[in-house]
């Protein structure tokens, strides 16, 4: 294994980069947000996802386990869930439940009234 050795202040620009790759995905079309868009991007992006959220539990030996799961996450199948469910907004309305680590069921919950 190759080490790696990073200049002064190298970990934070690492740390800084991986948050975004974290926040915007592919989004980018692969090219790097100038930081006025990366700034309107969060602004837009990030309350919409606050909203947008399933859980994932399934019951362990020890007990109840659950995980947070957004766009970026890997599925059971190991694409992340955003390339798997295309109409993320839509699936992200309703809770998966997984029963065991094999399988999950969706179930979908009634909009709340406008």
């Known amino acids: 294994m190759e ?4 200049p002064l202040g190298g970990a934070a620009a690492v740390d800084e980069y991986l948050e975004y790759r974290r926040i915007v995905g592919e989004d980018d079309g692969g090219k790097l947000f100038t ?3 990366y700034e309107e991007y ?15 539990s399934w019951r362990s030996p ?6 947070l799961v957004g ?8 694409h992340r869930v955003l ?3 295309s109409g993320w907004s839509a699936v992200a309305r309703s809770w998966l439940i997984a029963a065991s680590t094999s399988w999950a069921q ?9």
């Not at 969060?42 to 994932?56: A, I, M, T, W």
């Not at 020890?62 to 995980?67: E, F």
């Open 62 to 67: 020890t007990g109840m386990d659950c995980k």
């Open 83 to 85: 390339l798997c469910h």
């Open 3 to 6: 080490r790696l050795t990073l």
């Open 42 to 56: 969060k602004r837009k992006v990030l309350p919409l996802r606050l909203q947008n959220r399933l859980f994932v």
């Open 35 to 37: 930081p006025e868009e």
């Open 71 to 78: 766009p970026e996450t890997l599925c059971f199948c190991t």
């Open 106 to 114: 969706a179930i979908l919950r009634p909009q709340p009234p406008k």
